[in-house]
Nanobody
Framework: QVQLVESGGGLVQAGGSLRLSCAAS????????RAWFRQAPGKEREFVAAISWSGTTTYYADSVKGRFTISRDNAKNTVYLQMNSLKPEDTAVYYCAAAPLTGRGIGDYGYWGQGTQVTVSS
C-alpha cells in the first residue's frame, strides 16, 4: 500500500515556526514532484508549495512566499515544509502530495496524505 504520512503540525503563536514532514512508504517517489496543500475550515483546499523531482524547481503561493520553504530528501523519501513567521491565516489542515509533474492544482496530484493540523493563535 502506498502511503504519505504528514507530521509536525501543532499549535503555535503568530510569528512562530513549524516544520512539517511527509514520509512516503510503499514506493519510491524520488522521480516524482512533491507538493503541499492546505485547507482551512469552510475553505477549499489550496496550493501552498511544490518541488520538482530534482529539487531544482520550486513554486510557492503568493501568500506564503518568503515565509515558507519546501525541500526534499529523496534518500529518506521525505518532503518538508519549513514555515516561518506564521500568521493566524495559515491555520489549516496541511496535506502533502506526489505527482509525475510539478503542478499547482489539486487535480495534478494522485497521491495524498491524511493531513496534519496547524493552528496559529494570535
Amino acid at each position: 500500500q502506498v502511503q504519505l504520512v504528514e507530521s509536525g503540525g501543532g499549535l503555535v503563536q503568530a510569528g512562530g515556526s513549524l516544520r512539517l514532514s511527509c514520509a512516503a512508504s510503499g514506493r519510491t517517489f524520488s522521480s516524482y514532484a512533491r507538493a503541499w496543500f492546505r485547507q482551512a475550515p469552510g475553505k477549499e483546499r489550496e496550493f501552498v508549495a511544490a518541488i520538482s523531482w530534482s529539487g531544482t524547481t520550486t513554486y510557492y503561493a503568493d501568500s506564503v512566499k518568503g515565509r515558507f520553504t519546501i525541500s526534499r530528501d529523496n534518500a529518506k523519501n521525505t518532503v518538508y515544509l519549513q514555515m516561518n513567521s506564521l500568521k493566524p491565516e495559515d491555520t489549516a489542515v496541511y496535506y502533502c502530495a506526489a505527482a509525475p509533474l510539478t503542478g499547482r492544482g489539486i487535480g495534478d496530484y494522485g497521491y495524498w496524505g491524511q493531513g496534519t493540523q496547524v493552528t496559529v493563535s494570535s
